[in-house]
Each structure stands twice: as structure tokens, then as C-alpha cells.
């Protein structure tokens, strides 16, 4: 699967074993071969907060705000946010798809 995240295309994969330099991680943002990649056999709840992590930090890049994207947790805050926000409101994502609709159109 692909996901855009400003004018970057990235590749969204799974992996068995992500491995940081001391820890398993849950995920992790490859900015240079634009992809981001998750662990595998993770809940579909973890995998959704990770996720979000993971593209909040691409968020805080496009913008400029590089360190932000250091604190772990306002990264995890805003995941966590996020998430909520999409389970919360299930239509949301309807919304602005209608929008790309008539983009196309």
C-alpha cells in the first residue's frame, strides 16, 4: 500500500522483526527510501497507533518542524489523538473523499 504525506508517495510494508540500535520497535520511517514500516503480528489497535505515529512524524517533517518530531511523546499524544479522531468519526475519511471525487472529475 501507498500513502501520500505532502508531496511524498510512501510505501507502507510489514516486516517480522523491526529492530531500532537497542530495542524491537513497532515501527519506523525510512525518509530517504520513502517508506514506513511496521511490525508485523501486532494488534490491529497498536498497528493503528503506530501507524499514526509514524506519519505524525512525516507530518512534523513537511512542515518544518524536525524537532518536534524528537519528542516521543507528543508524537505518541498526537497518534493517540488521531486515532480517536478516525474511530470516533467513521465517516470522516467519506468527507474528503467526495472532495477528491470532483477533483478528478
Same mark, same amino acid.
Given at each position: 500500500?501507498?500513502?501520500? +504525506?505532502?508531496?511524498?508517495?510512501?510505501?507502507? *510494508?510489514?516486516?517480522?522483526? #523491526?529492530?531500532?540500535?537497542? $530495542? /524491537?520497535?513497532?515501527?519506523?520511517?525510512?525518509?530517504?527510501?520513502?517508506?514506513?514500516?511496521?511490525?508485523?503480528?501486532?494488534?490491529?489497535?497498536?498497528?493503528?497507533?503506530?501507524?499514526?505515529?509514524? +506519519?505524525?512524524?512525516?507530518?512534523?517533517?513537511? *512542515?518544518?518542524?524536525?524537532? #518536534?518530531?524528537?519528542?516521543? $511523546? /507528543?508524537?505518541?499524544?498526537?497518534?493517540?489523538?488521531?486515532?480517536?479522531?478516525?474511530?470516533?468519526?467513521?465517516?470522516?475519511?467519506?468527507?474528503?473523499?467526495?472532495?477528491?471525487?470532483?477533483?478528478?472529475?
Amino acid at each position: 500500500m501507498n500513502i501520500r +504525506v505532502g508531496p511524498v508517495i510512501y510505501e507502507l *510494508i510489514e516486516e517480522h522483526n #523491526l529492530h531500532g540500535s537497542k $530495542d /524491537l520497535l513497532y515501527g519506523v520511517v525510512d525518509c530517504d527510501e520513502c517508506v514506513i514500516k511496521l511490525r508485523e503480528n501486532m494488534s490491529v489497535q497498536r498497528k493503528r497507533v503506530t501507524f499514526w505515529h509514524e +506519519v505524525t512524524h512525516l507530518l512534523l517533517a513537511q *512542515i518544518g518542524k524536525d524537532e #518536534l518530531g524528537k519528542d516521543e $511523546d /507528543l508524537i505518541d499524544a498526537l497518534a493517540n489523538v488521531l486515532v480517536g479522531l478516525f474511530i470516533d468519526n467513521p465517516g470522516i475519511s467519506e468527507l474528503y473523499a467526495e472532495d477528491a471525487d470532483e477533483e478528478t472529475a
